[in-house]
């Protein structure tokens, strides 16, 4: 039959409450400091540095939403210039292959406007 051993706090070796969310330490309840979110601490430095890393967290999320948003739009440009291509080609220089190629490649480009338009709603970060 196994024995179960409880983690040990790393400061006082009393029995441990949870581990520090940042550097991993273990916790009793006398170490345990409060960080301003529901993620243990043991130190006023490891809360500094979580909210740091939070802060880097939502510019990251920020950022992804903001280029989903950039992509939706130049999908949405070359979409339409290749559905005007295919139109000015048919009428122009009525070449089929050409004209099939302008205008799959105008669908797909919009198709792919609307995947990253859904995508940067769906990412939108709150705050």
Not at 85 to 97: D, G, Q
């Amino acid at each position: 039959m196994a024995q179960f051993q409880f983690m040990k706090c790393a400061e006082h070796q009393a029995e441990a409450i949870g581990i520090c969310a940042y550097c991993g330490r273990a916790l009793c309840a006398g170490c345990a400091r409060p960080s301003g979110t529901p993620r243990l601490v043991c130190s006023n430095e490891c809360a500094a540095a979580l909210s740091q890393n939070d802060q880097a967290m939502q510019l990251l999320l920020q950022k992804s939403v903001q280029n989903a948003q950039a992509s939706a739009f130049y999908c949405y440009l070359c979409g339409g210039l290749s559905l005007g291509a295919a139109v000015a080609a048919h009428y122009i220089l009525p070449l089929p292959f050409l004209i099939y190629f302008a205008a799959a490649s105008g669908v797909v480009f919009v198709l792919s406007g609307i995947w990253y338009g859904r995508t940067a709603k769906k990412q939108i970060p709150k705050t």
